[in-house]
């Protein structure tokens, strides 16, 4: 029991903030509370995104590649472009039209897509960060939900790269380009009736019975 007691004798002191004497003769302090002012921050804010609302027009322009509209501010920068790329000889005799949209960036953190978000719904185009031109570009096809959103969205279409969005407002010209770089209906019937009519003409693997 004796033992005991002066093994809790120091543990005592500690706990009433006293200093402890090391085998050397120094005093020990006590340890204390770690303040919550001390304590590592675990909460992470997040970057407010920047929305800009931009004022200017679409204006149709001359492109090697197909058609181009671009979206200019008032002090006449191109923030915007959406072009209606046509395919290079690399892509054969089957190759279709692509839809390029580019805006301008200027954040550090390089962003791998752009969101489309309009009155028609939202889409996601991947893409990809140009350092010289300080633009985010993305090729999607014409007939996927970034497309379809583009088309048929009224009002303003918010342009999202990072925590970077761009407030524009829509014009026809941007459904009619959507439009005319998809390939014609019939062509997309006659190609869904042509992979039909292979399906019926394979075999079903199965064996005739013998003669």
Known sequence: M????????????????AEISQSSGDPMPAPKPIASSDKPDQTQKRPEKQVTELTGSWTEVESANGQRLEYASEDGVVAVSLTCQQPDAFAG??????????????????PNQIGVLTSAGNGAITAQLD?????????????????????????????????????????????????????????????????????????????????
Not at 184 to 189: H, V
Request: aromatic share 4%.
């Open 93 to 110: 005799e089957g190759g279709a039209n692509a839809l390029v949209l580019r805006r301008t960036f200027d954040e550090d953190e390089a």
């Open 131 to 211: 350092e010289e031109s300080g633009e985010v570009t993305g090729i999607f096809d014409t007939r996927s939900q970034a497309a379809r959103a583009l088309a048929n969205g009224e009002g303003n279409l918010r342009l999202v790269a990072g925590q970077s969005e761009y407030v524009v407002p829509t014009d026809d010209r941007v459904e009619q380009l959507v439009e005319s770089c998809r390939p014609p209906i019939e062509a997309t019937l006659e190609g869904e009736a042509d992979a039909d009519a292979e399906e019926a003409d394979e075999p079903d693997g199965e064996t005739p019975s013998g003669s």
């Open 2 to 17: 004796r033992h005991l007691l002066l093994f809790a004798a120091p543990l005592a002191l500690v706990a009433c903030g």
